[in-house]
């Protein structure tokens, strides 16, 4: 029989409508640790039948409805996946990982406060009984390993959202925004599925048209935006450490787990794991 007491397991919650994170985490994971994936319910979206009491889907909501509700995604429930986190996080401690993630950005920084990320990482604790983080969590701590302290923030999300929740948030945990700005096109979007169509060309494109000269970190939040592949070259162009949400929290759970051998081709963060 194997010997199973000295594997090394992370478990993850990844929102349902989510195809990025998984392939992200088992291209960059070493082959000595395992990844498990556990689907958080957010709206219905896929080919299930309808249901009158979903609240998901809002059609009539228009542009400006958006900028006037906490959070905006077409189909994207974000309070009905965090109920589902507890759940979730209980199902994933039968597998016994030394670690749980909370693979989703948006649905713990949408408050605007660092309290509400918390809560949710002490949630899934209380739940599992296995230490917890969330995406928000690793990226701020990331940063701070990194020694940034000017940011730009460049994402797939509502320049709304992103200057008056997730900004707020970044400042409380102490760093300086510079500037918070959405993709064109992805920014005016209320569709979670549009953000993992959009090709990594178009992140590598668009970041720079958008960082400040003064900013030493340019931030991509989005968990289901393809941002990991365009670190490498985005730090190489700009000069800057460039910390995109997937590729930090794959480095929080790695350094959890004692995990310190450099991980190259994904920015100078993974390269940075003592």
Same mark, same amino acid.
């Given at each position: 029989?194997?010997?199973?007491?000295?594997?090394?397991?992370?478990?993850?919650?990844? &929102?349902?409508?989510? &195809?990025?994170?998984?392939?992200?985490?088992?291209?960059?994971?070493?082959?000595?640790?395992?990844?498990?994936?556990?689907?958080?319910?957010?709206?219905?979206?896929?080919?299930?039948?309808?249901?009158?009491?979903?609240?998901?889907?809002?059609?009539?909501?228009?542009?400006?409805?958006?900028?006037?509700? @906490?959070?905006?995604?077409?189909?994207?429930?974000?309070? +009905?996946?965090?109920?589902?986190?507890?759940?979730?996080?209980?199902?994933?401690?039968?597998? %016994?990982? /030394?670690?749980?993630?909370?693979?989703?950005?948006?649905?713990?920084?949408?408050?605007?406060?660092?309290?509400?990320?918390?809560?949710?990482?002490?949630?899934?604790?209380?739940?599992?009984?296995?230490?917890?983080?969330?995406?928000?969590?690793?990226?701020?701590?990331?940063?701070?390993?990194?020694?940034?302290?000017?940011?730009?923030?460049? %994402?797939?999300?509502?320049?709304?959202?992103? +200057?008056?929740?997730?900004?707020?948030?970044? @400042?409380?945990?102490?760093?300086?925004?510079?500037?918070?700005?959405?993709?064109?096109?992805? /920014?005016?979007?209320?569709?979670?599925? @549009?953000?993992?169509?959009?090709?990594?060309?178009?992140?590598?494109?668009?970041? &720079?048209?958008?960082?400040?000269?003064?900013?030493?970190?340019?931030?991509?939040?989005?968990?289901?935006?393809?941002?990991?592949?365009?670190?490498?070259?985005? @730090?190489?162009?700009?000069?800057?450490?460039?910390?995109?949400?997937?590729?930090?929290?794959?480095?929080?759970?790695?350094?959890?787990?004692?995990?310190?051998?450099?991980?190259? %081709?994904?920015?100078?963060?993974?390269?940075?794991?003592?």
């Amino acid at each position: 029989m194997a010997n199973l007491t000295n594997a090394r397991r992370i478990g993850a919650l990844v &929102p349902a409508t989510n &195809p990025v994170v998984e392939p992200d985490f088992y291209r960059v994971a070493p082959p000595e640790i395992t990844v498990h994936f556990e689907r958080m319910w957010n709206g219905a979206w896929g080919s299930q039948p309808e249901i009158a009491t979903e609240t998901g889907h809002r059609l009539n909501m228009t542009s400006a409805d958006a900028n006037e509700v @906490e959070w905006a995604l077409f189909g994207f429930d974000v309070g +009905r996946m965090n109920d589902d986190v507890a759940r979730g996080a209980s199902a994933l401690s039968n597998i %016994g990982p /030394q670690v749980l993630v909370y693979a989703c950005t948006s649905g713990t920084w949408h408050k605007g406060y660092l309290a509400y990320d918390r809560m949710m990482a002490q949630i899934m604790e209380e739940a599992s009984g296995v230490q917890s983080i969330t995406a928000v969590a690793s990226c701020i701590a990331a940063m701070r390993h990194m020694g940034s302290r000017k940011l730009s923030i460049a %994402g797939p999300y509502r320049n709304f959202h992103l +200057r008056n929740r997730l900004q707020p948030l970044v @400042e409380e945990a102490g760093f300086e925004v510079l500037s918070a700005d959405g993709e064109p096109w992805l /920014q005016d979007s209320m569709n979670p599925r @549009e953000i993992d169509a959009e090709p990594p060309q178009t992140i590598i494109d668009f970041v &720079p048209t958008v960082a400040q000269e003064k900013a030493d970190t340019i931030f991509l939040p989005g968990t289901a935006w393809r941002a990991l592949d365009a670190a490498e070259e985005l @730090e190489q162009q700009l000069g800057k450490t460039v910390i995109t949400v997937n590729q930090a929290t794959i480095w929080m759970a790695l350094r959890r787990l004692g995990w310190t051998k450099p991980i190259d %081709g994904y920015g100078s963060l993974l390269r940075n794991l003592d």
